[in-house]
């Protein structure tokens, strides 16, 4: 167990849908990362939250957004959804900056049909 | 830009075998982080070892080392008197400032 929580771990929605990531990182980390892991396309980063703030982005869809809350948990939130979209989405956590090791949650297996 | 290649998309070891897994790195940033995870088929991503470009020693964590070649720009993870259980996929990544980018992965398969 990594301590980096993850919810929901699967979801199934339909097409132009919108839903709701939740990660709460392990205790004391400030750094969130999110990334995305589909078969063709490895795995993808898509930001990074440090204390609140962002602090880098990767190849994130204008359709997709993110925040993390003064509590230092996260969510990324995925509209218009397309077929596309279905992947593994993993949050990663971590002390301080990338420099440090991060430990990722369990992931969210999000299937859109 | 930072980049970080895995040549070998696939691999079959037998068991007990040591196995070697590569990983070339491009970056010009003089500071900076290696890591290797495993993903088994469970799906979760699970750390094995980080090394710092600056750490004079390659890493070892119990039967996972790292042979780190920086004039070679390479981090190749080793795994010594493999398992059954380490079948899964194996990603190298760099980790600068802001970002921690990784390789497409190598799957590691061994055989009884």
């Known amino acids: 167990d990594s301590g980096v929580t993850q919810t929901p771990k699967h979801l199934i929605t339909a097409t132009g849908q919108r839903v709701t990531l939740r990660c709460s990182p392990r205790?004391?980390?400030?750094?969130v990362y999110w990334y995305q892991q589909s078969l063709d396309q490895g795995l993808q980063f898509l930001i990074q939250?440090?204390?609140?703030?962002?602090?880098a982005k990767g190849n994130i869809l204008e359709r997709f957004s993110a925040q993390q809350f003064p509590d230092l948990h996260s969510e990324l939130n995925l509209s218009s959804l397309e077929l596309g979209d279905s992947a593994l989405y993993f949050c990663?956590?971590?002390?301080?900056?990338?420099?440090?090791?991060?430990?990722f949650g369990e992931g969210s297996w999000l299937t859109v049909v | 830009a930072q980049k970080i290649t895995q040549t070998q998309p696939g691999m079959f070891v037998q068991e007990k075998e040591a196995v070697t897994l590569d990983c070339t790195y491009d970056?010009?940033?003089?500071?900076?982080?290696l890591f290797w995870y495993k993903q088994p088929s469970s799906g979760e991503m699970i750390f094995l070892i980080y090394?710092?470009?600056?750490?004079?020693q390659n890493a070892t964590e119990g039967r996972y080392s790292l042979n780190f070649q920086k004039a070679r720009k390479s981090a190749n993870l080793v795994i010594s008197a493999s398992q059954l259980g380490d079948s899964a996929m194996y990603f190298c990544?760099?980790?600068?400032?802001?970002?921690?980018?990784f390789g497409k992965g190598t799957r590691l398969h061994i055989l009884p």
């Open positions: 990663a956590s971590s002390v301080g900056g990338p420099g440090n090791t991060i430990y």
């Open positions: 205790s004391g980390d400030l750094s």
């Open positions: 939250y440090y204390n609140g703030e962002e602090r």
């Open positions: 970056t010009s940033d003089p500071s900076y982080g």
């Open positions: 090394q710092g470009s600056y750490d004079q």
């Open positions: 990544a760099i980790s600068r400032d802001d970002k921690i980018i």
